[in-house]
């Protein structure tokens, strides 16, 4: 298996960016169409544990659309073949001060094209 095949890290690194382009910007069509739709798909959030598609989509609909601006560092995207990925990132945001952020996203390349399958998000004391 090759690791980190260049037009891969770029495909996925472009979907990347355009989910937080989406999640700033609170696109939710975008952000919907990032994840997997099926039940299987798996979302843990700072609050919320959420399974299925269903639910997924729900949270995103009833999110508030203020305070969404954060600033990444430390973005690591790596690719397994040509099909799977994963993207891991720290973030930081005025609204929340003293707290780091870390998202990891697990994607995989489907008949439908690149989508999360697995996510996680969550906040800890900035050292």
Do not use: C
Not at 10 to 29: G, M, P, R
Not at 51 to 79: C, D, N
């Amino acid at each position: 298996m090759q690791i980190n095949i260049p037009n891969v890290v770029a495909e996925v690194q472009a979907l990347f960016d355009q989910y937080e382009d989406a999640l700033i910007h609170n696109k939710i069509n975008i952000l919907d169409d990032s994840f997997w739709n099926n039940p299987l798909v798996i979302r843990y959030g700072m609050n919320e544990n959420l399974y299925g598609f269903g639910e997924i989509a729900a949270f995103r609909a009833a999110r508030p659309s203020k305070g969404l601006l954060r600033s990444l560092s430390k973005t690591v995207i790596t690719t397994f073949g040509n099909d799977l990925a994963t993207a891991n990132t720290l973030f930081e945001r005025e609204t929340v001060p003293g707290k780091i952020g870390r998202q990891s996203q697990t994607w995989v390349r489907t008949a439908d094209g690149w989508r999360i399958v697995s996510a996680h998000v969550s906040l800890i004391d900035k050292v």
